[in-house]
């Protein structure tokens, strides 16, 4: 069959990466995604400003690459979405290394050590531009001059060093001696560890901690947006889905008035108190989305307002849901499968109750679980003659039970339909003549 071979122009491709719309914290974020899917204990990452010549690199101790791995890892989209990844593997797309870093400089450098030897391959934006329009030259070695960046790679016997050289994003038309420009290239580091402590606080922080990272010598220490000693907690429910169970968990921050004062500042986390309510999506340990109510809610979407400031919710799945999610390039959006929405709101409203309360009150009444608060099983409705009866679909059970039914819902809600009728007919009253055992701590 007739064709044409229309490959793209490599400058304006990857001028278009560029704009993907990565901020310098989740392009840094992506990078540590690397390095833990490479096995690293100890990441390191080093902000140099110095104008025009200011560097970023992100050093770590993980397995490292051979050549022919490093030369596949720096062809854009080496991995497709759909091939099968390791559980541990927290990629995607096969971009994360390459639009992260071009969103953020004009030139980057990847070393890695493996078996005693070392690779050395680079991107070069500048050297794309100048080229041809299908010149995807990968140049091999460092540029003249950048090899003392690379040294901190010697002390160790395997890793991955990533350089960034002509960060013009950070550091656009300024000069070595320009005291505002700095102040401005520290408020970024400041806002890289705050989002780090964020995203990573489960390898961080806890149990499972095996993770620690360093910012210019610094520690970073994890922040828990759940407040979990603190906070009033739902039981861990594990929600059966197609591609693996998907836990999901409610948390009830305390009222400030029975918090520290750094308690008070560190709990608002990077966007402050009212806008980090709602839903924190994890996937694989790693967070993808803090905070928002993800367009759920009756019967209208629920907003950010401040009387639901204290409520979130911990959902978290494996890498084998990823289409499921429809997770994004950038791993910063995230979007429910319909079939765990009915049990996500349902959740979510008990949450957002008692959070509502608890600001309400100003937690006058103490620390109280959660736990006591009934679902009860049975809605009352005023008809012509006489009361009318039926099942409460928001009920935790049955809104699992139709939510898993899948293409049999019809047949949960036919069988419903018939306890209803069997029950009226008896002329029972729900709650006072018969428990069917529905009803259940929240």
Same mark, same amino acid.
């Given at each position: ?19 993907? @719309?990565?901020? #310098? ?8 995604? %690397? !390095?833990? =899917?490479? +096995?690293?204990?100890?990441? $390191? ?95 091999? @070695?460092?540029? #003249? ?8 790679? %010697? !002390?160790? =016997?395997? +890793?991955?060093?990533?350089? $960034? ?278």
């Amino acid at each position: 069959m007739d064709h044409e071979i229309a490959a793209p122009r490599a400058s304006s491709l990857v001028a278009s990466l560029r704009g993907v @719309g990565y901020t #310098a914290q989740t392009a840094i974020a992506d990078i540590v995604d %690397n !390095s833990i =899917s490479a +096995g690293a204990r100890t990441v $390191w990452l080093q902000f140099t400003f110095d104008g025009p010549s200011s560097t970023v690199s992100i050093l770590d101790d993980g397995i490292g690459m051979s050549e022919g791995d490093l030369r596949q890892a720096m062809v854009l989209g080496a991995k497709s979405p759909l091939d099968e990844r390791e559980p541990s593997d927290l990629g995607r797309f096969g971009l994360g290394l390459k639009t992260a870093s071009f969103s953020q400089c004009r030139c980057l450098t990847v070393a890695s050590c493996r078996a005693g030897r070392t690779s050395i391959r680079r991107w070069d934006l500048d050297q794309i531009v100048r080229g041809q329009a299908d010149d995807w030259r990968l140049m091999i @070695g460092p540029r #003249a001059g950048s090899e003392r960046h690379l040294a901190l790679l %010697n !002390s160790l =016997s395997t +890793g991955t060093l990533v350089l $960034w050289e002509d960060v013009d994003r950070l550091t656009s038309g300024t000069l070595a001696n320009d005291r505002r420009a700095q102040d401005g290239f520290l408020d970024v580091v400041a806002d890289v560890e705050e989002h780090l402590a964020m995203v990573f606080h489960q390898f961080l922080g806890g149990q499972g901690a095996d993770l620690r990272i360093f910012v210019n010598g610094r520690g970073i220490k994890p922040w828990d947006p759940f407040m979990t000693v603190k906070a009033n907690r739902t039981p861990t429910e594990v929600i059966p889905a197609g591609s693996g169970g998907v836990e999901l968990q409610g948390f009830v921050l305390p009222h400030k008035d029975h918090l520290s004062e750094d308690e008070i500042r560190t709990g608002g986390g990077p966007q402050g108190w009212a806008a980090q309510q709602g839903f924190y999506i994890y996937r694989n340990r790693r967070l993808l989305v803090a905070g928002g109510w993800l367009g759920l809610g009756e019967p209208r979407a629920w907003t950010m307002e401040e009387p639901y400031r204290l409520a979130r919710l911990r959902v978290e799945f494996s890498t084998e849901a990823d289409i499921d999610w429809d997770i994004d390039v950038k791993k910063s959006v995230a979007r429910p499968p319909r079939t765990l929405r009915p049990r996500m709101t349902a959740l979510a409203e008990i949450v957002r109750d008692r959070a509502r309360r608890v600001f309400a009150h100003r937690g006058s009444y103490g620390r109280r679980s959660i736990l006591p608060d009934m679902v009860h099983a049975w809605e009352t409705s005023t008809g012509s003659t006489s009361p009318r009866y039926r099942i409460n679909r928001r009920h935790p059970a049955v809104a699992l039970a139709v939510a898993v039914a899948g293409e049999h819902a019809a047949d949960v809600e036919a069988a419903l339909a018939i306890i209803v009728r069997a029950i009226e007919s008896a002329g029972y009253k729900p709650g006072k003549d018969l428990s069917l055992g529905l009803d259940c701590a929240a």
